[in-house]
């Protein structure tokens, strides 16, 4: 399962750190999975912001977030980091974070589906 942390309220160009811990029988610190967040925003579909593949050393981001969110990974604790920076009222959404269940992939995928497990999700909202 995924537990994501850090959402909250902030001020328009300011910073949030999400977290996304895994945990369970698909997840070790042996074995990485691909894992990314995605974002809702109300009355809106749900939208790809980063990813990260098992190694950590391909990293993808939408065009909107670019330059000022960063995505990190912490094998050893199952833990990837969205360091968001700059944010803006438009950055407002609830952020889900998602994990490939195979640790033999070494790519990752902007789209939704190509992820098996998803977190409960955290509120992130910026106020201009």
């Known amino acids: 399962q995924l537990q994501a942390f850090g959402g909250g309220l902030v001020q328009a160009g300011g910073s949030l750190r999400l977290s996304c811990a895994a945990s369970?029988?698909?997840?070790?610190?042996?074995?990485?999975?691909?894992m990314a967040w995605f974002r809702q925003a109300p009355g809106k579909e749900r939208e790809f912001v980063a990813a990260?593949?098992?190694?950590?050393?391909?990293?993808i981001y939408s065009d909107s977030v670019k330059g000022r969110f960063t995505l990190s990974r912490d094998n050893a604790e199952n833990t990837v980091y969205l360091q968001m920076n700059s944010l803006k009222s438009e950055d407002t959404a609830v952020y889900f974070c998602?994990?490939?269940?195979?640790?033999?992939?070494?790519?990752?995928?902007?789209?939704?589906?190509?992820?098996?497990?998803w977190g409960q999700g955290t509120q992130v909202t910026v106020s201009s």
């Open positions: 369970g029988r698909s997840f070790s610190s042996r074995n990485a999975n691909a």
């Open positions: 998602a994990a490939k269940k195979s640790t033999t992939v070494t790519v990752v995928s902007r789209t939704s589906t190509w992820y098996d497990v």
């Open positions: 990260v593949n098992r190694g950590g050393d391909l990293t």
